[in-house]
C-alpha cells in the first residue's frame, strides 16, 4: 500500500510562490509518473504537471513557464515549485502516483492553496 502526504500549502499573496512537496510511503514500490493535479470550488480536477521516472515533465497550459515539477527517486518525493502564483491558481493541490508496474493509482489527501489579490 502507497501513502502519500502533501505539505507546503498556504495563503500567499499574487506574484508570490509556495513550494509543494509530497512525500510517500511504501519504498518498496516503484513509481513511475507522479503528479500534480488541482481542483478550484465548483471545477473538475486538473492535471497542472506530471514528470515520468525519467524526469520529463510536462504541464498544463495555465501554468506553464511558472510552475516546475521535480522528484526525488531515492526519497520517493514529488515537489512542485510555483512562482507568479495568481488568485485563479487557487485549489487544493493533490499529489498522484502510478506504480510502474502495475499501474496502480494513488492519491494523497492534498493541501490547500489559496492566492489573495
Known amino acids: 500500500q502507497v501513502q502519500l502526504a502533501e505539505s507546503g500549502g498556504g495563503l500567499v499573496q499574487a506574484g508570490g510562490s509556495l513550494r509543494l512537496s509530497c512525500v510517500s510511503s511504501g519504498s518498496k514500490f516503484r513509481f513511475g509518473s507522479m503528479n500534480w493535479y488541482r481542483q478550484a470550488p465548483g471545477k473538475q480536477r486538473e492535471l497542472v504537471a506530471a514528470?515520468?521516472?525519467?524526469?520529463?515533465?510536462i504541464y498544463g497550459d495555465s501554468v506553464k513557464g511558472r510552475f516546475t515539477i521535480s522528484r526525488d527517486n531515492g526519497k520517493n518525493m514529488v515537489y512542485l515549485q510555483m512562482n507568479s502564483l495568481k488568485p485563479e491558481d487557487t485549489a487544493v493541490y493533490y499529489c498522484n502516483v502510478r506504480l510502474a508496474i502495475s499501474g496502480n493509482n494513488y492519491w494523497g489527501q492534498g493541501t490547500q492553496v489559496t492566492v489573495s489579490s
Open positions: 514528470i515520468s521516472e525519467g524526469g520529463t515533465g
